[in-house]
């Protein structure tokens, strides 16, 4: 650099690095979104990241997510643009199919100065997501069947989607534990042949194309015998609920 005489010379490096930045506005002084990643639930997926330190109230901090599919290369689009919060709801935005292989990335913007971007790992939420337990799980006795109980939930995955779904019931009896399996296409199920007055439990889990999904709690309830005695105990997993 011209004019930087020998006493100076130290100070040289640090000259060009200032005059780098007023010339090179791609050098980038706000920080890159730091831990950004997919929180993929159910098939409903949502992009967090930490926010960057404000510096200047005057300017806020403000992020911007795009995506790019992997098949497609360097040609990102806009999700969620120029917002305060740190977390863009993918799931709003019903052009990305659960099926796609996508890259997000996300960066910050103060002013006119804005971060590099941070990316994620492909993401692809039909292989990503995690599937919950079933939902409302619910376990009934009737008083004119003695030796039945009836199990009943809902598929947790609200997102339409082509998987093949199958529910795994276990049921026990609660003094033995020792489990009978049934799997099921339906929603709810008719238990036969118990011992009236024997508290039963069952747990539920989801197998959507072979995914599996987290086991629901378990619940126990007991058949009546006769009259309209009628329980229900929840417990928390593994199950070993004593009546309180
Ligand atoms: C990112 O996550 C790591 C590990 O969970 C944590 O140690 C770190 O402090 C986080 N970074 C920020 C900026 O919060
Ligand atoms: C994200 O958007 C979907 C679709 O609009 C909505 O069902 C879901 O509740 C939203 N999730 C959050 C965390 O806001
Ligand atoms: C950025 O903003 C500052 C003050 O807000 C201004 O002085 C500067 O000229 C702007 N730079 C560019 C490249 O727009
Ligand atoms: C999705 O799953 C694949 C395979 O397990 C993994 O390599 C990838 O990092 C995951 N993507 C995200 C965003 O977690
Ligand atoms: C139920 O389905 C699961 C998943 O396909 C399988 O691993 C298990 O062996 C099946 N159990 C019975 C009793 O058919």
Not at 13 to 19: E, R
Not at 28 to 47: C, F, G, K
Not at 175 to 181: C, Y
Not at 182 to 187: E, L, S
Request: aromatic share 10%; net charge neutral.
């Amino acid at each position: 650099m011209k004019g930087c005489r020998s006493v100076v010379r130290a100070l040289c490096p640090l000259i060009a690095l200032l005059y780098g930045l007023r010339a090179d506005p791609s050098l980038q002084l706000l920080p890159a979104p730091e831990n950004v990643t997919i929180y993929s639930y159910n098939l409903q997926q949502d992009l967090r990241w930490e926010p960057i330190k404000e510096s200047d109230p005057l300017h806020p901090v403000t992020y911007t997510v795009q995506y790019e599919l992997t098949s497609e290369k360097n040609s990102y689009h806009n999700l969620c643009l120029n917002i305060i919060e740190t977390h863009c709801n993918i799931s709003k935005f019903t052009e990305i199919k659960i099926y796609f292989k996508i890259v997000l990335r996300v960066r910050a913007e103060q002013g006119n100065l804005t971060s590099k971007w941070t990316l994620t790992p492909t993401f692809q939420a039909t292989r990503n997501t995690t599937i919950g337990p079933v939902k409302s799980l619910s376990l009934s006795a009737y008083p004119e069947e003695h030796y039945s109980l009836y199990v009943r939930f809902q598929n947790p995955l609200l997102v339409e989607n082509k998987w093949k779904m199958l529910y795994q019931l276990n049921y026990w009896k609660k003094i033995t534990g020792v489990k009978t399996t049934v799997n099921i296409t339906q929603t709810s199920e008719r238990l036969k042949g118990l011992d009236p007055w024997t508290e039963y439990c069952v747990d539920v889990t989801v197998f959507a194309d072979h995914k599996v999904g987290e086991t629901s709690e378990a619940i126990c309830a007991m058949p009546t015998a006769s009259g309209t005695s009628f329980e229900v105990t929840t417990c928390p997993m593994p199950c070993s609920c004593f009546s309180t």
